[in-house]
């Protein structure tokens, strides 16, 4: 399967803004819904308030892993709150069970609300909670550069406080996510903090994984990266996070790939220049076209380094090049870097990839092999979307020639999970089909460089493989994570719609596990194959259950029944019309010959546009 990025980046693009579209209206309609209850009853524990989210009749109170009913008030503001018939008063004490439904009624000013009311509690993470200056998100989510300060509280799984206090900032982030309304964000605080021993630093990421229907591939592919020897691996935990009382949903608490003790240790390039020029953010910028920055009147005697550097097909970043053979990069740090910073790092960057491309017998005196073969043998079994296109980092430090691959970053759209549910992709080759659209040209060179591929090869024997496979084993890493985190995701999966997104291959949270699982497995057997000459098998057994799959076309539709774990190699496309495909109705992705089929599905007669 060949693989044109830039047509599938505008399908992508086309599919996520039509998923926001529809989305941005529920959306609208869920605030005014949480905005009509906020003034008529809240839960308040151990001081902190949290706040109802209603749902087609149904008002929700999300709880933290370690909510309990002591310490516990539900508050009743100007009004007569009734739950199950029985009146309830801000002064007494209250405990309700969760997975519970109650019939409840508000009245208020001779005006009467009445419906369902459940609470839902989280177990095993952390959790966040978040409180602007303005009290709101609104400008936040609608406007990428617009920051709020306020205070935050962050609790480990067993109510302990972890940090009490202001932050300096927050703000959205991301690129394709940014289109979707459960935002990522970046925070800043103003000291070094360790959260969940994870080390000290001011600035920290929570990763909405809105794309991942699992919410465990970022995670576990940071894991599988430092399992795997790759320096300066991000950490991340899972946490329930709350902005303004209202509950958010699963996160991704992690580090920044940033320059810094506890971070990426190189020199602090940027800091150097800084304490010469002052603020660099005001300094005037310069782009050539092939090269842009900041023009400083000062430079550090030595700038060779450190340099961090990522492969961006965005190209957005106040710094950055691109090489002769078209190969964008932008500095995260410096992030304001020199005009003689960009023409020393560009230069330098320009004598790898020439050395690469012209197969360099000492090329390896040059780039790390090992980070290098590492970094590529993690994307390369997971099947990486972005490898190769963006989030692809670098680094070179001062008074040393080599280049190292690394840190790892970006994984909610591997395993499957976006556009490739194919298993049968070789990545490294597959990118010589889409060079020109803002991919790297160099790693085809090195799959075919004996030494590189040897490495590759012998790594993957000797501790890819059997990792992977302890992985998917059952009670294995991907199981013992699931578990850890299900309480979570059936409180994120209440609050955001996933069939609206369009995430995940089915509506049940244990069938995307035992997908990914299953990914995982074909990988292994396609790489076996390929550099093994081995066929192993490593998919599990189905459950013996019977599953209905319906085909709606526009004018018939028919049911097939297909037994748990097999998959279709045939569809009934004589109900399509010219043009027409079979898409999933839960992630809208294209039907294929590799997909499991683990519950009832239904697949919609489309053109996919």
């Given at each position: 399967?060949?693989?044109?990025?830039?047509?599938?980046?505008?399908?992508?693009s086309?599919?996520?803004?039509?998923?926001?579209?529809?989305?941005?209206?529920?959306?609208?309609?869920?605030?005014e819904?949480?905005?009509?209850f906020?003034?008529?009853?809240?839960?308040?524990?151990?001081?902190?308030?949290?706040?109802?989210?209603?749902?087609?009749?149904?008002?929700?109170?999300?709880?933290?892993?370690?909510?309990?009913?002591?310490?516990?008030?539900?508050?009743?503001?100007?009004?007569?709150?009734?739950?199950?018939?029985?009146?309830?008063n801000?002064?007494d004490?209250v405990?309700?069970?969760?997975?519970?439904?109650?019939?409840?009624?508000?009245?208020?000013?001779?005006?009467?609300?009445?419906?369902?009311?459940?609470?839902?509690?989280?177990?095993?993470?952390?959790?966040?909670y978040?409180?602007?200056?303005?009290?709101?998100?609104?400008q936040?989510?609608?406007?990428?550069?617009?920051?709020e300060?306020?205070?935050?509280?962050?609790?480990d799984?067993?109510?302990?406080?972890?940090?009490?206090?202001?932050?300096?900032?927050?703000?959205?982030?991301?690129?394709?996510?940014?289109?979707?309304?459960?935002?990522s964000?970046?925070l800043?605080l103003p000291?070094?903090?360790?959260?969940?021993?994870?080390?000290?630093?001011?600035?920290?990421?929570?990763?909405?994984?809105?794309?991942?229907?699992?919410?465990?591939?970022?995670?576990?592919?940071?894991?599988?990266?430092?399992?795997?020897?790759?320096?300066?691996?991000?950490?991340g935990?899972?946490?329930?996070?709350?902005?303004?009382?209202?509950?958010?949903?699963n996160?991704?608490?992690c580090?920044?790939?940033e320059?810094?003790?506890?971070?990426?240790?190189?020199t602090d390039?940027?800091?150097?220049?800084?304490?010469?020029?002052?603020?660099?953010?005001?300094l005037?910028?310069?782009?050539?076209?092939?090269?842009?920055?900041?023009?400083?009147?000062?430079n550090?005697?030595?700038?060779?380094g450190?340099?961090?550097?990522?492969?961006?097909?965005?190209?957005?970043?106040?710094?950055?090049?691109v090489?002769?053979?078209g190969?964008?990069?932008?500095?995260?740090s410096?992030?304001?870097a020199?005009?003689?910073?960009?023409?020393y790092?560009?230069?330098?960057?320009?004598?790898?990839?020439?050395?690469?491309?012209?197969?360099?017998?000492?090329?390896?005196?040059?780039i790390?092999?090992?980070?290098?073969?590492?970094?590529?043998?993690?994307?390369?079994?997971?099947?990486?979307?972005?490898?190769?296109?963006?989030?692809?980092?670098?680094?070179?430090?001062?008074n040393s020639?080599?280049?190292?691959?690394?840190?790892?970053?970006?994984?909610?759209?591997?395993?499957?999970?976006?556009?490739?549910?194919?298993?049968?992709?070789?990545?490294?080759?597959d990118?010589?089909?889409?060079?020109?659209?803002?991919?790297?040209?160099w790693?085809?060179?090195?799959?075919?460089?004996?030494?590189?591929?040897?490495?590759?090869?012998?790594?993957?024997?000797?501790?890819?493989?059997?990792?992977?496979?302890?992985?998917?084993?059952?009670g294995?890493?991907?199981?013992?994570?699931?578990?850890?985190?299900?309480?979570?995701?059936?409180?994120d999966?209440?609050?955001?719609?996933?069939?609206?997104?369009?995430?995940?291959?089915?509506?049940?949270?244990d069938?995307?596990?035992?997908?990914?699982?299953?990914?995982?497995?074909?990988?292994?057997?396609f790489?076996?194959?390929q550099?093994?000459?081995?066929d192993?098998?490593?998919?599990?057994?189905?459950?013996?259950?019977?599953?209905?799959?319906?085909?709606?076309?526009?004018?018939?539709?028919?049911?097939?029944?297909?037994?748990?774990?097999?998959?279709?190699?045939?569809?009934p496309?004589?109900?399509?019309?010219e043009?027409?495909?079979?898409y999933?109705?839960?992630?809208?992705?294209?039907?294929n010959?590799?997909?499991?089929?683990?519950?009832?599905?239904?697949f919609?007669?489309?053109?996919g546009t």
């Amino acid at each position: 399967m060949k693989r044109i990025h830039s047509l599938l980046i505008g399908v992508i693009s086309i599919m996520i803004l039509a998923a926001s579209v529809s989305v941005s209206e529920a959306f609208r309609q869920q605030r005014e819904a949480e905005k009509a209850f906020e003034d008529k009853f809240c839960l308040v524990f151990e001081g902190e308030r949290i706040r109802p989210w209603e749902q087609e009749g149904t008002v929700y109170f999300f709880l933290p892993s370690h909510f309990t009913w002591e310490n516990t008030s539900l508050e009743v503001l100007d009004g007569e709150l009734q739950i199950d018939g029985g009146v309830v008063n801000s002064s007494d004490f209250v405990q309700y069970e969760t997975d519970r439904t109650y019939d409840y009624s508000f009245t208020r000013k001779k005006k009467s609300y009445e419906g369902k009311l459940t609470f839902l509690q989280s177990a095993n993470i952390g959790s966040i909670y978040i409180e602007t200056e303005s009290g709101s998100m609104d400008q936040v989510d609608r406007d990428k550069k617009h920051k709020e300060q306020g205070q935050i509280l962050v609790k480990d799984p067993r109510g302990g406080i972890s940090y009490r206090g202001p932050f300096l900032s927050i703000k959205s982030r991301g690129n394709s996510t940014w289109e979707t309304e459960k935002k990522s964000y970046s925070l800043k605080l103003p000291n070094p903090v360790d959260f969940f021993a994870m080390g000290e630093a001011g600035n920290w990421v929570l990763l909405s994984n809105v794309l991942d229907g699992n919410k465990l591939q970022n995670k576990l592919c940071f894991e599988m990266a430092e399992e795997f020897g790759l320096a300066y691996t991000p950490k991340g935990e899972w946490v329930d996070l709350y902005l303004n009382g209202r509950y958010w949903g699963n996160y991704l608490l992690c580090e920044k790939i940033e320059v810094g003790e506890n971070r990426v240790e190189i020199t602090d390039l940027e800091e150097e220049t800084k304490q010469l020029n002052g603020r660099l953010q005001d300094l005037e910028t310069y782009d050539t076209g092939t090269r842009k920055g900041v023009l400083a009147s000062q430079n550090p005697e030595d700038i060779s380094g450190g340099y961090l550097i990522e492969k961006d097909s965005y190209y957005d970043s106040v710094s950055g090049f691109v090489t002769e053979d078209g190969n964008l990069f932008s500095l995260k740090s410096p992030q304001y870097a020199t005009r003689e910073q960009i023409d020393y790092v560009a230069g330098y960057i320009q004598q790898i990839e020439n050395r690469i491309l012209a197969k360099d017998k000492d090329l390896f005196q040059y780039i790390d092999l090992d980070s290098f073969v590492r970094r590529y043998l993690l994307d390369e079994t997971v099947l990486n979307y972005d490898f190769g296109v963006t989030s692809m980092y670098f680094y070179k430090d001062r008074n040393s020639q080599m280049l190292y691959a690394g840190p790892v970053w970006d994984y909610d759209t591997c395993m499957g999970t976006g556009i490739f549910s194919t298993s049968k992709v070789l990545a490294a080759l597959d990118i010589r089909d889409h060079r020109g659209a803002g991919s790297i040209s160099w790693y085809p060179c090195l799959y075919e460089n004996e030494t590189f591929y040897q490495e590759t090869v012998t790594a993957y024997r000797q501790f890819v493989r059997p990792y992977i496979l302890s992985m998917i084993e059952p009670g294995g890493k991907i199981d013992q994570s699931a578990e850890r985190i299900r309480s979570s995701i059936q409180m994120d999966k209440t609050r955001w719609s996933y069939r609206e997104i369009g995430i995940g291959h089915y509506e049940s949270f244990d069938n995307n596990v035992r997908y990914m699982k299953y990914f995982l497995g074909r990988r292994l057997r396609f790489l076996d194959q390929q550099w093994l000459g081995e066929d192993n098998r490593y998919e599990e057994a189905g459950t013996g259950e019977i599953h209905q799959v319906t085909f709606a076309g526009a004018e018939r539709t028919e049911v097939v029944e297909v037994p748990d774990g097999e998959v279709m190699l045939a569809a009934p496309d004589h109900l399509l019309k010219e043009g027409e495909k079979w898409y999933n109705r839960q992630d809208r992705r294209a039907w294929n010959t590799e997909l499991p089929i683990y519950e009832d599905m239904v697949f919609e007669a489309g053109s996919g546009t």
